[in-house]
């Protein structure tokens, strides 16, 4: 039967709001609009969706069914459009450059050569493994680990264009645990043809870096997996002292995105200019060009110790990235995550959100229209909030590479 994407959405809204008129609000729309279309849905469909409560909507049993399809259907379809776009705007493929001699020689190459010795030495002083790319390279390199850590980062997100059941370091016969890997928002429908469990049985112990991951595990599985935190917050804020770069002088807003959104340029403009602060960005794709007309300077940037200056320098930090938000909270800097749009609504990223409740400063996470609630005063929270999951996330990751 064919229903409108639309409604599917305005469904999806209603049934994360669980009211109808925040998700009025949500979507732009009015509350007759939201109504109608749930009435048509349900219509189409033959079923009831919701039960209605003296204060908003919760789903119902065949709700519960079709909302887990539903988000997996959009959240796909979005992370395709995502990809073309990306495609479309240079920042996936290969990227041909053309310019004179003299800008080539005197300017390009010298800054492109100088980047890349600077990542260079950054990875090679780190400790690796040797590179297991094929099943070739797993093959002939399985038996020489004693642990095996899986994790972290989104490597068990099925919508992933990258995602591999090699993730789960199958057939290796040493000690195996994850470490905060995450799902994103895939939903335990998203996994049908994925033999979770078996890939997961002869796992030691089990975490997860998102809230939202932990029930999926367990429908799936039986097994509840803890919820640690992303390894950067392991290490306290001193440990990067060797490894950062250089900071501008003087106050700055510091404002680190990955796709620039257009509504939160405008957010971060306002604030800067009500705060009368500079703005510093950083080049990470093609869409960086979006933030330029808008005043924002473009900082020098070779390595990720130069990032980490940016942040830990900042008189306020702007972000719609995770890990923008992860190094600001691990420094202390004043900063805020916002919410940019999907389609009509605010996405909420559910590791940006289980991160800042587990650090009790859960008020810093705001759609990118609420401006004027942007501020530069202290993070007022308790510390030993963070502290007791960095040490239960440690003791979690040494136990489980220890047990037999």
Same mark, same amino acid.
């Given at each position: 039967?064919?229903?409108? *994407?639309?409604?599917? &959405? /305005?469904?999806?809204?209603?049934?994360?709001?669980?009211?109808?008129?925040?998700?009025?609000?949500? *979507?732009?729309?009015?509350?007759?609009?939201?109504?109608?279309?749930?009435?048509?849905?349900? @219509? !189409?469909? !033959?079923? &009831?969706?919701?039960?209605?409560?003296?204060?908003?909507?919760?789903?119902?049993?065949? +709700?519960?069914?079709?909302?887990?399809?539903?988000?997996?259907? %959009?959240?796909?379809?979005?992370?395709?459009?995502?990809?073309?776009?990306?495609?479309?705007?240079?920042?996936?493929?290969?990227?041909? %450059?053309?310019?004179? =001699?003299?800008?080539?020689?005197?300017?390009?190459?010298?800054?492109?050569?100088?980047?890349?010795?600077?990542? &260079?030495?950054?990875?090679?002083?780190?400790?690796?493994?040797?590179?297991?790319?094929? @099943?070739?390279?797993?093959?002939?390199?399985?038996?020489?680990?004693?642990?095996?850590?899986?994790?972290?980062?989104?490597?068990?997100?099925?919508?992933?264009? =990258?995602?591999?059941?090699?993730?789960?370091?199958?057939?290796?016969?040493?000690?195996?645990?994850?470490?905060?890997?995450?799902?994103?928002?895939?939903?335990?429908?998203?996994?049908?043809?994925?033999?979770?469990?078996?890939?997961?049985?002869?796992?030691?112990?089990?975490?997860?870096?998102?809230?939202?991951?932990?029930?999926?595990?367990?429908?799936?599985?039986?097994?509840?997996?803890?919820?640690?935190?992303?390894?950067?917050?392991?290490?306290?804020?001193? =440990?990067?002292?060797? %490894?950062?770069?250089?900071?501008?002088?003087?106050?700055?807003?510091?404002?680190?995105?990955?796709?620039?959104?257009?509504?939160?340029?405008?957010?971060? !403009?306002?604030?800067?200019?009500?705060?009368?602060?500079?703005?510093? /960005?950083?080049?990470?794709?093609?869409?960086?060009?979006?933030?330029?007309?808008?005043?924002?300077?473009?900082? &020098?940037?070779?390595?990720?110790?130069?990032?980490?200056?940016?942040?830990? +320098?900042?008189?306020?930090?702007?972000?719609?990235?995770?890990?923008?938000?992860?190094?600001?909270?691990?420094?202390?800097?004043?900063?805020?995550?916002?919410?940019?749009?999907?389609?009509?609504?605010?996405?909420?990223?559910?590791?940006?959100?289980?991160?800042?409740?587990?650090?009790?400063?859960?008020?810093?996470?705001?759609?990118? =229209?609420?401006?004027?609630?942007?501020?530069?005063?202290?993070?007022?929270?308790?510390?030993?909030?963070?502290?007791?999951?960095?040490?239960?996330?440690?003791?979690?990751?040494?136990?489980?590479?220890?047990?037999?």
């Amino acid at each position: 039967m064919a229903v409108k *994407l639309e409604l599917y &959405r /305005i469904f999806r809204t209603v049934a994360e709001e669980e009211s109808i008129s925040a998700a009025a609000k949500t *979507l732009f729309i009015s509350q007759s609009a939201v109504s109608q279309s749930i009435h048509q849905l349900e @219509e !189409q469909l !033959q079923v &009831r969706l919701f039960s209605r409560q003296p204060r908003g909507v919760t789903l119902t049993g065949e +709700g519960r069914v079709l909302y887990d399809y539903v988000r997996s259907a %959009i959240n796909l379809i979005e992370t395709g459009e995502e990809k073309v776009q990306q495609t479309r705007e240079l920042m996936m493929g290969e990227l041909v %450059i053309g310019a004179s =001699d003299t800008v080539t020689r005197s300017l390009l190459l010298p800054y492109l050569l100088r980047r890349k010795a600077a990542f &260079r030495d950054f990875i090679g002083a780190l400790p690796k493994s040797a590179p297991m790319q094929t @099943e070739a390279d797993f093959a002939a390199h399985r038996a020489d680990y004693r642990a095996v850590v899986c994790g972290s980062d989104q490597i068990w997100n099925p919508g992933s264009l =990258d995602f591999s059941t090699h993730f789960f370091a199958p057939d290796f016969a040493a000690q195996k645990i994850s470490y905060a890997p995450s799902l994103r928002s895939a939903t335990a429908a998203e996994f049908a043809d994925i033999d979770l469990k078996g890939l997961l049985a002869d796992f030691a112990a089990l975490s997860v870096r998102e809230q939202e991951s932990v029930a999926v595990i367990e429908q799936l599985t039986g097994r509840t997996p803890k919820v640690v935190l992303d390894p950067t917050l392991l290490p306290a804020a001193q =440990d990067f002292a060797p %490894i950062l770069g250089t900071a501008p002088q003087g106050d700055y807003l510091f404002f680190y995105s990955i796709d620039y959104p257009p509504e939160v340029c405008r957010t971060v !403009q306002q604030t800067a200019r009500r705060l009368h602060l500079p703005v510093y /960005i950083l080049f990470t794709g093609n869409k960086t060009y979006r933030a330029l007309p808008y005043g924002f300077r473009l900082a &020098r940037h070779q390595t990720p110790g130069d990032f980490l200056a940016l942040v830990k +320098g900042a008189k306020l930090v702007l972000s719609t990235s995770f890990h923008g938000t992860v190094f600001a909270l691990r420094f202390g800097t004043p900063f805020y995550a916002l919410k940019a749009k999907r389609g009509a609504a605010y996405y909420t990223d559910p590791r940006i959100a289980t991160l800042l409740q587990t650090a009790g400063v859960a008020e810093r996470y705001l759609p990118c =229209d609420r401006a004027g609630e942007i501020h530069t005063a202290p993070l007022h929270r308790d510390p030993a909030l963070l502290d007791r999951a960095v040490a239960e996330s440690r003791a979690f990751l040494q136990e489980g590479l220890t047990a037999r």
